[in-house]
Structures are given as C-alpha cells and as structure tokens.
C-alpha cells in the first residue's frame, strides 16, 4: 500500500495546458483563415446536468474566442423541427455536438447521424468513425500523457463498456499499445479482475463501486464516474482507495475538466481539417508531455 505517496492526476491542470495549446492554435487559425472557429451544440430538454455541462462548454469555447451556437429546444419538439434547425447550423458551424442524454435514445441516433464526420466533434456517429476520437476517452489518455505515463506495454482495466467510454478507451488503449482488458456489470468476481490492471479505468455510473479490495499499490486509477450528491460531485471509486494506489484523479478535477478541454481540442481539429489540415493527437499528447510547445506542423 502507497499511502501518503499517492500522486494526484489533476485534470484541471492537465486542462489548463491543453487550453493554452488550444488558445494558441485558435490566433495562427484566425490568422490564416481570417475567421474564428465556430461550434454548435444541440441541446433538447431542460436536463439540469446538461444545462451545466453546455454552460461549461460555451464558458470555455467563449475564453478560447471560439464563436459558440447553443440550439436548444423544448422536451416534446417533433424531431423533424429538431432537424431544421440541426441543418440550418450545420452550414454555419465547423463542429456540432448533441448534448446527451436525449429521450428518445432513438432521437439521439437521428441528430448523431445527421453531422457530418468532419464536423462530428464528439466522435460519437454510431455508424462512421472519423478522425476525432470521442471526448471522454481522449480526456483520460491526455492526462495520462501530461502525467508522462506510457500505456505502452502496460495492463489496462476498463471496467465499462459504453460506446461514448468504455469502448472508445479500448481502442485509444490498443491502438497505443496497451493489453487491455473491459469488465462490466457480468463480470464474475470484478475485484480480482481490477486487481490485475496496472491502469484502471472506471467508468460503471455505480458510485464509489470500486474500494480498497478492487486496487494494488501500483495501480493508477482513472475514475470517470460523476455523480451528484448533498455533498458534492463525487465518482466511481470510494476515497479510501487514494491512500492505496500509486496514483489517482480525483472527482471532481479529474477526467471532467479533460473531456472539455478535448472538445475544444476536437474543434480545433475540424476546422483546420476544414482547411486540409491535420492535427494529430499523438503529438498533442507528446506535447503535454514533454512540456514542448504545440507547433503547426506542414504537411
Ligand atoms: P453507461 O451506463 O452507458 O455504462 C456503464 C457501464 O458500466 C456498462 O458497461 C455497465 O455494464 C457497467 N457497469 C455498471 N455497473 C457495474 C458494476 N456494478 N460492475 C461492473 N460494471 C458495471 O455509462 P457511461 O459509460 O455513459 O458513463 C459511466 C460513468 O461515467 C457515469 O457516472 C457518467 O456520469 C460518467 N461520465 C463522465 C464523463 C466525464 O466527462 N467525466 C463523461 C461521460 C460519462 P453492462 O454493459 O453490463 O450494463
């Protein structure tokens, strides 16, 4: 057990780092293009935590002088209204996103296939993969990077398998050259599977599921879970699992502020895409860290 040496993977910093990337990409873009970057939200509903979540997302694209478009409706809009308005902005915009949940789920699918792969900034089109990887996902590896952990070689426990996390991850984590391993809610005797991981991801929406038995001492453990309460936003994994990991990101300022900062960070790339340029991940990822300075690269 690792008691006081537990490092905490800050997410607020790492995001800090990611949005200074991200302001500086925004003036050579402006420059270049002479036009700022531009990004839509859908929203349906009066959802509370999705009423956060968009102010989070305007707040920060207004602070990195991207032009942002709430399109929000009532609960009961007819979809084909919906999809007026979806179209009308599409033309304006170089990355939309739909802010889930949406009920119907059926109704989510109709907005996620309608954007584009090229202005799909969330990565979430159920039928086509294009070139931005899915926020939360991108937000846990980013801030694995600009902690310096290599996945590489490494033992990854996903426990979670959604298409907006758990799988995305899965893929981040091979394509990187991890061995990984995704657990769910059939998964016999889930403690001895954790308990294997040199990374554990938890991203279940069962709140503090995973406790001292699931860890080992060396374990780095990445909690996406968010869940709101008297207290105050708290995760998947119970705070007494900090003082027996090697490392941790804490809820609130952990994977939250990165799953942000890898949407502006998505924009970015959508619209200089927009212009054929490509901006890649892994050299943001190198870039956080080793502290160097993002440089547009010609291709
Ligand atoms: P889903 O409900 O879509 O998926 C949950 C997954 O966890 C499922 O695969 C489920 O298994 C598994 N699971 C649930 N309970 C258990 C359990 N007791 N043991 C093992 N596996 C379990 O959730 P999401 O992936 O959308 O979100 C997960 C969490 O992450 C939520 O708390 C959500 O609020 C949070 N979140 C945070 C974000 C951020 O920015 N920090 C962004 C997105 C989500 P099965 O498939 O068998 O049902």
Request: glycine residues 8%.
């Amino acid at each position: 057990m690792n008691s006081e040496s537990a490092t905490v993977l800050n997410g607020s910093l790492a995001a800090t780092a990611v949005h200074h990337i991200c302001q500086q990409l925004h003036g050579v873009y402006q420059k270049q293009f002479d036009q700022s970057v531009r990004l839509g939200v859908l929203c349906i509903g009066d959802n509370p935590a999705s009423i956060v979540y968009v102010g989070r997302k305007k707040s920060l694209a207004t602070q990195l002088g991207f032009e942002f478009f709430d399109l929000s409706f009532p609960q009961d809009t007819p979809s084909d209204t919906v999809m007026v308005g979806l179209k009308q902005l599409l033309s304006k915009v170089n990355g939309m996103l739909v802010q889930l949940p949406i009920i119907p789920a059926s109704d989510a699918k109709i907005y996620l296939t309608a954007i584009p792969w090229d202005k799909d900034v969330d990565g979430l089109n159920p039928y086509i993969t294009g070139p931005m990887t899915p926020c939360t996902p991108l937000g846990c590896w980013l801030l694995l990077q600009y902690y310096g952990i290599n996945v590489k070689g490494r033992h990854c426990v996903i426990v979670g398998r959604s298409h907006l996390v758990g799988r995305p991850l899965a893929k981040i984590l091979l394509d990187h050259h991890a061995t990984v391993t995704i657990a769910h809610s059939h998964t016999p005797d889930l403690p001895s599977v954790t308990r294997q991981a040199d990374i554990l991801f938890v991203a279940t929406g069962a709140r503090h599921l995973i406790t001292p038995a699931y860890v080992q001492g060396h374990t780095i453990v990445v909690d996406v879970g968010i869940h709101r309460t008297d207290q105050g936003l708290t995760g998947d994994v119970h705070p007494d699992v900090y003082a027996c990991v090697h490392s941790y990101s804490p809820v609130p300022g952990g994977v939250g502020p990165m799953t942000v900062a890898a949407l502006m960070w998505n924009t970015l790339k959508a619209a200089f895409l927009q212009h054929d340029v490509a901006l890649s991940d892994e050299y943001l990822g190198r870039c956080l860290a080793t502290a160097e300075p993002f440089v547009l690269q010609n291709k």
